[in-house]
């Protein structure tokens, strides 16, 4: 199975501050998608084929990547973005997901 | 607009089986797989199976071979998902999601939490 691994597991950014959230795999996939988990919420797709921002997700979000090594960017932080990131493979059985990423604000 | 509407809460004993359901609605409940995802409480998400409701085709992840068993009613546009001789450890909330291609899950149930407690 592949394993993703997230990091850091946990982190702090101030409004207005550049934030990139690193997903690695264990073996190389075709993509990686993306998403947001809000507290007491179900997760939400929000970054699919590894750059594409799924409906409603505010472009100063991005992501990127090949291979074993993809990244989320928040150019700019905002308060709405705090929440957990999960990256999510889906190139071989099983699919899996990386641990996590506990977003908050500074 | 598409929509996941899962069961309710449940309470089980050590040693029951739970079975969940996932109405589906706002798209053609055979054109898609329909994935089950387990979040046990502050952790991270684990993909249990899989199954595809024009054939009832099934991919399951290994650790989940034996504990969960997936059907679909076409007629409802309805997956289940039972959940068998449980244990604390099958304490969380389960998410039932609709696979898309390049393996991505697009829409999500609302969850249903799973307590195994005498």
């Known amino acids: 199975e592949i394993v993703l691994t997230q990091s850091p597991t946990t982190m702090a950014a101030s409004p207005g501050e550049k934030v990139t959230l690193t997903c690695r795999a264990s073996s190389s996939v075709s993509y990686m998608h993306w998403y947001q988990q809000r507290s007491g919420t179900s997760p939400k797709l929000w970054i699919y084929?590894?750059?594409k921002l799924a409906s409603g997700v505010p472009n100063r979000f991005s992501g990127s990547g090949s291979g074993t090594s993809y990244s989320l960017t928040i150019n700019s932080m905002e308060t709405e973005d705090a929440a957990t990131y999960y990256c999510?493979?889906?190139?071989?059985?099983?699919?899996?997901f990386g641990a996590g990423t506990k977003l908050e604000l500074k | 607009q598409v929509k996941l509407l899962q069961s309710g809460a449940a309470l089980v004993k050590p040693g029951a089986s739970v079975k969940m359901s996932c109405k589906a609605s706002?798209?053609?409940?055979?054109?898609?797989?329909v994935s089950w995802v387990k979040q046990s409480h502050g952790k991270s998400l684990e993909w249990i199976g899989e199954i595809y409701p024009n054939s009832g085709a099934t991919n399951f992840n290994e650790k989940f071979k034996g504990k969960a068993t997936l059907t679909v009613d076409k007629s409802t546009s309805t997956a289940y998902m039972e959940l068998s001789r449980l244990t604390s450890e099958d304490s969380a909330i389960y998410y039932c999601?609709?696979?898309?291609?390049?393996?991505?899950?697009?829409?999500w149930g609302q969850g249903v939490m799973v307590t195994v407690s005498s």
């Open positions: 999510q493979q889906g190139s071989s059985y099983p699919n899996t």
């Open positions: 999601t609709r696979w898309t291609y390049y393996g991505l899950f697009d829409y």
């Open positions: 084929e590894t750059s």
């Open positions: 706002g798209y053609t409940f055979t054109d898609y797989w």
